[in-house]
């Protein structure tokens, strides 16, 4: 693929001869096509006859063998925790959590590590595929900068617990420091605050209540890690009496601008509340299999007209960052799980993966498909590859044959960020130094603890 400039110095960027899937309302595909980007924006899509002439554009963008499509949407991830990947695999989700990374979150992070944590998996994000990320973490605005310096969209969320968490020793002030988190939030066009509980079962109603009337003051998203487990709903159904959706209606949580992540274990009368509270669900089938966690109802979901992205959750349970990588899984899984092979088709995956995720995180009016008036959050895959070729069903053949391997080229809010695979935006290599570096004292000192049922080798 070749990016060359024009004679003309206007700052249009002329994409084409590639195929475009456009995700429009149409669900429209272009085989010999063109975008046209000036400044941020899309101003047109079209039949490549119909592009305007080359002089008029200050860049080309050749994409013929290619296909181009918009950046994909990952709803649910805790970016920085691209530095435990593997520190503790094959465990369940409670002794995950409890016995391996809240204490390993309790010793390393700070703001240092989750910045360099956030622009690791930028990097992976980028390299795969995605353009727009919501990521819940502690010391979040070191993601938010992360983000804004390697030129993602992100929806970035303040983590909140009921308990000492790194960036905030005393749960007394969750309220004062989440407060303070917004009000300096920085402002940037790629970047939007949220305010992220981690779940009901550590955080108490008080909390929740509380945080969330702060996300409806500033009309910014509340995330949730909502129903993930069994085990979750056995308790909140013990200390409450009701499931957790149940449980956070009552609190008065849930509306159109609470993000649940999960949502695996749902009662028949959970679906008619998600729907009436217009509820937006974050799915991450290949975390929820590789924790035994379950399989979300999903088709349901779909059925009773809830939004539903995917997500990969963190790369500590995943293990990593790869959207088209979990497209493949989300359809696989509940087709086996359903026992019918033509539920979750390709082109619902593709959807979800890009305008629905976008829906998610309340971005659809500027992302999530290419049609003029939208931001130009564009990727381009290679399709002159063994593994691609021959086409058939450009959704399928993204579905279940394409990875994140295949992207070469990816523009956010009209700029390039990745270009023939090489990341315009960051040092690569430095950022990798500078991890694997911080990989080598973890488990260093992982290993003086005795850890090495984790997973570690010395």
């Known amino acids: 693929m070749e990016i060359t400039p024009s004679s003309d110095k206007s700052d249009a960027i002329l994409v084409k001869g590639g195929v475009i899937i456009t995700i429009n309302p149409a669900d429209q595909i272009i085989e010999d096509g063109y975008v046209l980007i000036k400044a941020d924006r899309i101003i047109s899509v ?30 649910h991830t805790h970016a920085a925790m691209a530095f435990f990947r593997g520190l503790a695999d094959d465990l369940p989700l409670k002794t995950w959590l409890e016995d391996y990374i809240f204490p390993a979150e309790s010793r390393y992070v700070n ?48 983590g909140i617990v009921d308990f000492p968490a790194p960036d905030n020793p005393d749960p007394g002030l969750n309220l004062e420091n989440a407060r303070k988190y917004v009000r300096e939030f920085p402002s940037h066009p790629l970047v939007t605050p949220a ?7 550590t955080c108490r109603p008080e909390t929740l209540q509380h945080i969330k009337e702060i996300c409806n003051y500033h009309s910014i998203p509340f995330i949730i890690h909502l129903a993930e487990t069994e085990a979750e709903t056995k308790e909140i159904q013990a200390r409450y009496g009701n499931s ?39 799915h991450c089938p290949e975390s929820n299999m590789k924790l035994a966690s379950g399989v979300a109802p ?6 009773f007209g809830i939004p539903v992205g995917l997500g990969t959750d963190g790369c500590a349970s995943n ?41 998610v995180l309340g971005l659809q009016d500027r992302v999530g498909s290419l049609e003029p008036g939208k931001k130009a959050d564009i990727i381009i895959l290679d399709l002159n590859q063994p593994h691609l070729t021959p086409v058939y069903n450009y959704y399928s053949q993204l579905v279940y044959s394409a ?49 090495k049922k984790s997973g570690f080798r010395a």
């Open 46 to 75: 079209g039949n490549l006859q119909d592009a305007p002439p080359d002089n008029a554009v200050e860049k080309i963008i050749d994409t013929r063998n290619c296909l181009v499509m918009p950046g994909l949407v990952n709803t």
């Open 298 to 303: 999903v088709p349901l979901f779909l059925d």
């Open 111 to 158: 703001p240092a590590f989750v910045y360099q944590g956030t622009m690791l998996a930028g990097l992976e994000m980028i390299h795969s595929g995605t353009t727009s990320v919501c990521d819940g973490y502690f010391f979040e605005e070191a993601a938010a900068q992360a983000f804004i310096n390697l030129g993602l969209r992100a929806v970035a969320g303040k």
């Open 195 to 201: 305010l992220f509980c981690h779940s009901a079962y």
């Open 319 to 359: 293990n990593n960052l790869d959207m088209l990588s979990e497209m493949d899984t989300a359809a696989k899984v509940h087709k086996l799980s359903n026992k019918d092979p033509a539920i979750m088709d390709a082109k619902t995956v593709v959807r979800m993966a890009t305008i629905g995720g976008a829906e």
């Open 403 to 451: 990875s994140g391997h295949d992207v070469i080229t990816v523009l956010s809010n009209g700029k390039l960020i990745m270009r023939n695979r090489k990341i315009v935006t960051a040092n690569e290599k430095e950022t990798l130094a500078a991890a694997g570096e911080l990989g080598k004292e973890i488990k260093k000192e992982m290993l003086r603890q005795g850890r």
């Open 244 to 282: 957790p959706i149940q449980h956070l209606n009552n609190l008065g949580i849930l509306d159109g601008n609470t993000i649940a992540a999960h949502c695996g274990w749902m009662k028949p009368d959970d679906f008619r509340i998600a729907q009436q509270k217009r509820l937006r669900v974050a």
